[in-house]
C-alpha cells in the first residue's frame, strides 16, 4: 500500500485530474461538432500518428483505445461517413488497411488542440530550459511506465 504522504502518490493524483480534465474538455468539444468523444479521441490519435510519420492501422487504434475490433470498426465506419478518414489497402501489404485522415479532420482537430496548445505555452512559458527538460523527463518517465500495463 502506498504511503499517503508520498509526494509521488500527490504527482498521481494530480495527473489523473489533469488527464480528467482533457476528457472533459474534448468530451465538450466532442458533442459541440456532434461527435461522441470515443471518435474524437480515436481522430486525435490518428491525427498525431500522421504528424509523426506512422501509417494507422485499425489494429493499432484498437491498442490505443483499448476497444475490440468490432468496437474500432463501428468508430471509423462514423468517422468515414462524416469524410473525416478514408480506409485504404496497405500497398506493402494487401491484407492490411491503412487509416488516411482527411484535411476536415486535421481542422476539427486544430479547433480541439489549438486552444489547449496556447494555454499550456502560456503556463510554461516562465520556465527555463532546464526545467522544461525536468518536466519532459518526468513526462516520458510517467509515459514508458504507463506503456507497461499490468497483466489480467
Known amino acids: 500500500m502506498a504511503d499517503p504522504n508520498d509526494q509521488s502518490l500527490d504527482l498521481v493524483f494530480q495527473l489523473r485530474r489533469i488527464a480528467s480534465e482533457f476528457d472533459q474538455i474534448g468530451g ?3 458533442t459541440a461538432n456532434r461527435m ?3 471518435d474524437l479521441r480515436a481522430l486525435t490519435l490518428l491525427i498525431d500518428a500522421g504528424r509523426q510519420g506512422f501509417h494507422a492501422t485499425p489494429g493499432w487504434l484498437s491498442d490505443k ?3 475490440n475490433s468490432a468496437g474500432v470498426t463501428s468508430v471509423l465506419k462514423r468517422l468515414e461517413r462524416e469524410g473525416y478518414i478514408n480506409r485504404m489497402p496497405d500497398p506493402d501489404d494487401k491484407r492490411r488497411v491503412r487509416i488516411i485522415v482527411d484535411v476536415r479532420a486535421e481542422q476539427l482537430g486544430h479547433g480541439f488542440t489549438d486552444p489547449l496548445v ?5 503556463a510554461v512559458n516562465g520556465f527555463s530550459d ?3 527538460k525536468v518536466v ?5 518517465t510517467v509515459q514508458e ?3 507497461d500495463k499490468p497483466s489480467s
Do not use: I
Request: glycine content about 4%; proline content about 4%.
Open 118 to 122: 496556447a494555454k499550456v505555452a502560456a
Open 28 to 30: 465538450t468539444y466532442a
Open 130 to 132: 532546464r526545467d522544461l
Open 145 to 147: 511506465s504507463m506503456e
Open 65 to 67: 483505445l483499448g476497444m
Open 36 to 38: 461522441h468523444p470515443t
Open 136 to 140: 519532459r523527463r518526468f513526462l516520458d
